[in-house]
């Protein structure tokens, strides 16, 4: 037991700093400028040039560099590709054949730098447009994985971006752009676009995204791309962009809003594109708590006017009598004493305005026909 006990302690002296050194080393701060290189060649031309790479540690690193093609993805990122000859001609876009760099590693000093020189060299053949490839640097030689993709997670790109000089085209269009909801309650909202590249070159868009209020009032101004090396779109590939757009709050905020999207895009001739989108900025908590009360007295009032009404109308009915009960169509009808006049034609028989007695005499005569008789025997005789 004191013998595997010793054993096991000894393994953990001797190889304790070995993976102590592995985890320092794959946190190794390293450094490579310049990120971007953006050049226009003529075909059969060749060009050198070095990047420059910084060792911010306090001991010796050793780096390679190698190169590698790649291409974009929807999101903006980048996908690098192994060495596939199938590939490099089927595409007419990668540039690893064209650039040459020294596989040997490099040793630098502790907080020191050193130049890492390649060289570019265009076929006479080359098509015009856009070319793309990339010089990795790390602490790692590249692991080449299967399939297309190439580790590097270890390892710092330095993008080149090479226009061939000819018949170049540059031509671009806004595939979409709205936001993420028509209906926000809080005074904000993510505003997204996909730009499409049909030409034969790179391109990047540059512009601005402006939101107006319902008053037609600019609110926000979002910049896209400005002042920027980055965000360029490679031939025949499309990326989108997505910004946050954060408003002010308030009743005389809400309402219908508009999202106005201006791009400029070109280094041949200065082409432009236009979107517009619409969304809506409704608070309903805001809206509840002062509608609420307000809905609440109208009805309060309409039920109060109604009552009103119709205690006006009762009071009328009474007061002209239109309330009166109906004699029966059975009970005897007595014949009065003075002659019921007819009015003008298409109006009632003249009566007494404070006694309906008269109306319901004469609907009684109506229905009884010996009634009527009578009725005008006695009218005849009291003229004679």
């Given at each position: 037991?004191?013998?595997?006990?010793?054993?096991?302690?000894?393994?953990?002296?001797?190889?304790?700093?070995?993976?102590?050194?592995?985890?320092?080393?794959?946190?190794?701060?390293?450094?490579?400028?310049?990120?971007?290189?953006?050049?226009?060649?003529?075909?059969?031309?060749?060009?050198?040039?070095?990047?420059?790479?910084?060792?911010?540690?306090?001991?010796?690193?050793?780096?390679?560099?190698?190169?590698?093609?790649?291409?974009?993805?929807?999101?903006?990122?980048?996908?690098?590709?192994?060495?596939?000859?199938?590939?490099?001609?089927?595409?007419?876009?990668?540039?690893?054949?064209?650039?040459?760099?020294?596989?040997?590693?490099?040793?630098i000093?502790?907080?020191?730098?050193?130049?890492?020189?390649f060289?570019?060299e265009?076929?006479?053949?080359?098509?015009?447009?856009?070319?793309?490839?990339?010089?990795?640097?790390?602490?790692?030689?590249?692991?080449?994985?299967?399939?297309?993709?190439?580790?590097?997670?270890?390892m710092?790109?330095?993008?080149?971006?090479?226009?061939?000089?000819?018949?170049?085209?540059?031509?671009?269009?806004?595939?979409?752009?709205?936001?993420?909801?028509?209906?926000?309650?809080?005074?904000?909202?993510?505003?997204?676009?996909?730009?499409?590249?049909?030409?034969?070159?790179?391109?990047?868009?540059?512009?601005?995204?402006?939101?107006?209020?319902?008053?037609?009032?600019?609110?926000?101004?979002i910049?896209?791309?400005?002042?920027?090396?980055?965000?360029?779109?490679?031939p025949?590939?499309?990326?989108?962009?997505?910004?946050?757009?954060?408003?002010?709050?308030?009743?005389?905020?809400?309402?219908?809003?508009?999202?106005?999207?201006?791009?400029?895009?070109?280094?041949?001739?200065?082409?432009?594109?236009?979107?517009?989108?619409?969304?809506?900025?409704?608070?309903?908590?805001?809206?509840?708590?002062?509608?609420?009360?307000?809905?609440?007295?109208?009805?309060?009032l309409?039920?109060?006017?109604?009552?009103?009404?119709?205690?006006?109308?009762?009071?009328?009915?009474?007061?002209?009598?239109?309330?009166?009960?109906?004699?029966?169509?059975?009970a005897?009808?007595?014949?009065s004493?003075?002659?019921?006049?007819?009015?003008?034609?298409?109006?009632?028989?003249?009566?007494d305005?404070?006694?309906?007695?008269?109306?319901?005499?004469t609907?009684?005569?109506?229905?009884?026909?010996?009634?009527?008789?009578?009725?005008?025997?006695?009218?005849?005789?009291?003229?004679?």
């Amino acid at each position: 037991m004191r013998k595997l006990t010793a054993t096991i302690i000894y393994l953990c002296l001797v190889f304790t700093p070995f993976f102590c050194a592995c985890a320092q080393a794959d946190k190794m701060a390293l450094t490579v400028s310049p990120p971007l290189v953006k050049i226009n060649m003529e075909p059969g031309e060749r060009w050198s040039s070095a990047l420059k790479v910084v060792n911010n540690n306090e001991q010796v690193l050793r780096v390679y560099a190698s190169v590698v093609d790649f291409k974009s993805k929807d999101d903006g990122g980048l996908e690098f590709l192994a060495d596939d000859p199938s590939a490099a001609a089927t595409s007419t876009f990668l540039t690893s054949k064209w650039i040459t760099v020294s596989g040997d590693p490099f040793e630098i000093p502790p907080m020191q730098s050193i130049e890492i020189p390649f060289r570019i060299e265009v076929p006479t053949e080359a098509e015009p447009g856009g070319h793309y490839a990339a010089i990795m640097t790390g602490t790692k030689p590249q692991d080449k994985l299967s399939g297309s993709g190439v580790n590097v997670s270890s390892m710092i790109s330095t993008l080149i971006l090479l226009k061939v000089k000819g018949e170049v085209i540059e031509k671009g269009r806004i595939l979409e752009f709205s936001s993420s909801q028509r209906l926000y309650q809080n005074p904000n909202a993510s505003l997204g676009f996909k730009f499409e590249n049909i030409g034969n070159s790179h391109l990047l868009p540059q512009g601005d995204i402006k939101v107006f209020d319902p008053y037609n009032n600019e609110v926000g101004n979002i910049s896209i791309n400005k002042g920027s090396d980055f965000g360029h779109v490679l031939p025949k590939s499309s990326r989108r962009w997505n910004f946050d757009w954060q408003g002010e709050g308030g009743l005389t905020k809400m309402g219908k809003y508009k999202a106005v999207l201006v791009l400029s895009y070109g280094d041949e001739a200065k082409q432009s594109d236009l979107r517009t989108a619409f969304f809506w900025f409704i608070n309903f908590k805001t809206v509840g708590m002062i509608a609420g009360p307000i809905i609440l007295a109208l009805i309060l009032l309409i039920v109060f006017i109604r009552f009103h009404v119709r205690r006006a109308v009762l009071r009328t009915q009474r007061e002209l009598g239109l309330l009166a009960q109906k004699v029966p169509a059975s009970a005897p009808a007595e014949v009065s004493d003075f002659p019921v006049l007819a009015g003008p034609a298409g109006e009632s028989p003249l009566t007494d305005p404070k006694s309906a007695v008269p109306l319901a005499r004469t609907d009684a005569l109506k229905r009884n026909p010996a009634k009527k008789e009578l009725k005008k025997r006695v009218i005849k005789k009291d003229c004679q």
